[in-house]
């Protein structure tokens, strides 16, 4: 596709419950990250990939959180375990090459609502 | 620590007008500025960036200053239409902070018709 596509746009789930949620980048885009957003404030990073190896994870919140990208291009975040807290908008945007100077693209977001 | 600030939550604009959005930062590491616009239920846009090597960058309507001894940034809109009724980030990045980008809360702009 033309742009970031990440599903599913919305996804409610029960206290405790394993969630995947899943991002296509740009294709051809070696960089991808995952960033996280609540109400009123603006988007946190999560996780950065440059091809298939995670080169940032220093924002994931914690072990309940892991994300991957096998084959370098579409990535999934997952979520063990989840909580209340975890409720938010995942959003996730990709570059062409990564690195400072870079402008990042990114998709609709994925709302997460843990109930 | 919230290394990028944005201290305006909201601003309202008559159609025409200028709109300043500000932006300050506190990590002198940071090299290189962005600013996004999101609509509600959409992921963030890309506006226009600067490098730190520049104080001034200009596209179209869209202009960003930089001053980096007073550590901050401003997106001038001019002249300002309802479509650019949006939530504008702030982001930054840098050496010691990689690929990843920090962002400010936001400031929602409201154009008035």
Same mark, same amino acid.
């Given at each position: /596709?033309?742009?970031?596509?990440?599903?599913?746009?919305?996804?409610?789930?029960?206290?405790?419950? #394993?969630?995947?949620?899943? *991002?296509?980048?740009?294709?051809?885009?070696?960089?991808? #990250?995952? #960033?996280? =957003?609540?109400?009123? =404030?603006?988007?946190?990073?999560?996780?950065?990939? =440059?091809?298939?190896? %995670? %080169?940032?994870?220093? /924002?994931?919140?914690?072990?309940?959180?892991?994300?991957?990208?096998?084959?370098?291009?579409?990535?999934?975040?997952?979520? =063990?375990?989840?909580?209340?807290?975890?409720?938010?908008?995942?959003? *996730?945007?990709?570059?062409?090459?990564?690195?400072?100077?870079?402008? %990042?693209?990114?998709?609709?977001?994925?709302?997460?609502?843990?109930? | 620590?919230?290394?990028? +600030?944005?201290?305006?939550?909201?601003?309202?604009?008559? !159609?025409?007008?200028?709109?300043?959005?500000?932006?300050?930062?506190?990590?002198?590491? &940071?090299?290189?500025?962005?600013?996004? +616009?999101?609509?509600?239920? !959409?992921?963030?846009?890309?506006?226009? $960036?600067?490098?730190?090597? +520049?104080? +001034?960058? !200009?596209?179209?309507?869209?202009?960003? &200053?930089?001053?980096? $001894?007073?550590?901050?940034?401003?997106?001038?809109?001019?002249? $300002?239409?309802?479509?650019?009724?949006?939530?504008? &980030?702030?982001?930054?990045?840098?050496?010691? $902070?990689?690929?990843?980008?920090? &962002?400010? !809360?936001?400031?929602?702009?409201?154009?008035?018709?």
């Amino acid at each position: /596709g033309a742009g970031v596509s990440q599903t599913p746009s919305n996804k409610v789930t029960e206290k405790g419950k #394993y969630v995947e949620l899943r *991002c296509d980048p740009i294709s051809g885009h070696t960089a991808l #990250y995952w #960033y996280r =957003q609540s109400l009123g =404030q603006g988007p946190e990073f999560l996780i950065y990939f =440059q091809g298939t190896g %995670a %080169a940032d994870d220093s /924002g994931l919140p914690n072990d309940r959180f892991f994300a991957v990208r096998p084959e370098g291009s579409v990535s999934t975040l997952k979520i =063990q375990r989840t909580e209340r807290g975890d409720s938010a908008m995942y959003l *996730c945007a990709s570059s062409l090459t990564g690195g400072t100077n870079t402008e %990042a693209f990114f998709g609709q977001g994925t709302r997460l609502t843990v109930v | 620590d919230q290394q990028v +600030k944005q201290n305006s939550p909201s601003l309202s604009v008559q !159609e025409g007008r200028i709109s300043i959005l500000n932006c300050d930062y506190t990590n002198s590491m &940071f090299d290189y500025f962005l600013w996004y +616009k999101k609509y509600p239920a !959409e992921g963030p846009t890309f506006l226009i $960036s600067i490098s730190s090597i +520049k104080d +001034k960058n !200009e596209d179209g309507r869209f202009t960003v &200053f930089l001053n980096k $001894s007073a550590k901050h940034l401003s997106l001038h809109i001019v002249p $300002s239409q309802p479509g650019d009724s949006a939530v504008y &980030f702030c982001a930054a990045s840098g050496e010691t $902070s990689g690929s990843r980008l920090t &962002f400010g !809360e936001g400031t929602q702009l409201t154009v008035n018709p």
